[in-house]
């Protein structure tokens, strides 16, 4: 069973062990060397229940990873599209859980009058760009090789989606 609670402070280690557990893949983050509390503590505040939620996700009662939506950009004019972020622990993949809390924070963000979802995703990450692509999201544009790890460099997909249903049948 899956379910999902707002994040409090004392999530915030169990969020940032599963953030840390994926910088090795290469594939997933631009970090390159595991962060800690204290530098996410900023990062844990800019989120709250109402616009910008941070979901602490469980798997049969036990935390399995977390879900987020983030402000996009920093201005007035985007305030209805906000950047996405979801990440599991090794040990919940494979379990759907991705699928089923895309369309949980969707609801809920289509229900606050967000209108566009955005996630920024490592073109060589494909466990990724294949979820999103299964739940309905379009490449939007691609940034040719912009980061380097480990003196190779990474395309950066970025794959949205609209909520907003077209009145064009």
Known sequence: MITYTNANLDDLPFIV??????IPSRSVTADTEPVTI???LDWFQQHNPETRPLWLIKYDNQPAGWISLSTFYGRPAFYKTVEISLYLHANFRGKKIGQFMLNKIEKFAKSIGIETILSFIFAHNQPSIQLFTKMGYQQYGLLPKIAEIDENKYDLAILGKSLIKSSIN
Not at 17 to 22: A, H, T, W
């Open 17 to 22: 062990e599963v953030y840390n557990s994926i």
């Open 38 to 40: 204290e530098s996410r």
